[in-house]
Antibody, heavy 118, light 108 residues
Framework: QVHLVESGGGLVQAGKSLSLSCAAS????????MHWVRRAPGKGLEWLAY????????KYAESERGRLTISRDNSKNGLFLQMNSLMPEDTAVYYC???????????WGQGTLVTVSS | SYVLTQPPSVSVAPGETARIPCGGT??????VHWYQQKPGQAPVLVIY???ARPSGIPERFSGSSSGNQASLTISRVEAGDEADYHC???????????FGGGTKLTVL
């Protein structure tokens, strides 16, 4: 069965950087496009970034462009998100998700909590 | 950038039908997807491509889309359906994915 496990979250000071990881198993990771999504307290889901299966195509939410870098290592079934210049507004649970039919996100990890202190 | 609009909340009595709307310009020409998210849990895909149900999702969940609005319908609502529901599209023009603000379904 598809299994996605995020890690790397925690408490970080504003202005610092953080790198999140997502370990994938139970499916052919190298054949699937992937996403990062977050949910801040009291807000809805916010799509952040997309990476194609071969890592050639990367897309970012307009509001976050320049601060985020998505990457992957198909040899290790790993997905990554580098976040720079963190702000308190970046406090959220960060999820990795698999790209599904029609542009949906069909499987999600349990998320990792990032808390940015001012 | 493309915007999806959802009401913050919808309330329904057990056994009744809940309809959760999602609005967007020419939404009917895009594929709309719906997610259920319970507190402390990951989102779960309940409807994809407007009307399709993933394996394991009850038939009580259905979707529709036309014009500038899509809807998620939950028939015979149960207490366990209480959750946040999010609509989402793929804005193919920009290549970006977009979520609505989410709707909290309360079962009275």
């Amino acid at each position: 069965q598809v299994h996605l496990v995020e890690s790397g979250g925690g408490l970080v000071q504003a202005g610092k950087s953080l790198s999140l990881s997502c370990a994938a198993s139970g499916f052919a990771f190298s054949r699937n496009n992937m996403h990062w999504v977050r949910r801040a307290p009291g807000k809805g889901l916010e799509w952040l970034a997309y990476i194609s299966r071969d890592a050639i195509i990367k897309k970012y939410a307009e509001s976050e462009r320049g601060r985020l870098t998505i990457s992957r290592d198909n040899s290790k079934n790993g997905l990554f998100l580098q976040m720079n210049s963190l702000m308190p507004e970046d406090t959220a649970v960060y999820y990795c998700a698999r790209d599904g039919e029609g542009g949906s996100l069909d499987y999600w990890g349990q998320g990792t909590l990032v808390t940015v202190s001012s | 950038s493309y915007v999806l609009t959802q009401p913050p909340s919808v309330s329904v009595a057990p056994g009744e039908t809940a309809r959760i709307p999602c609005g967007g310009t020419n939404l009917g020409v895009k594929s709309v997807h719906w997610y259920q998210q319970k507190p402390g849990q990951a989102p779960v895909l309940v409807i994809y491509s407007d009307v399709a149900r993933p394996s394991g999702i009850p038939e009580r969940f259905s979707g529709s889309s036309s014009g500038n609005q899509a809807s998620l319908t939950i028939s015979r609502v149960e207490a366990g359906d209480e959750a946040d529901y999010h609509c989402q599209v793929w804005d193919t023009g920009s290549g970006l994915r977009v979520f609505g603000g989410g709707t909290k379904l309360t079962v009275l």
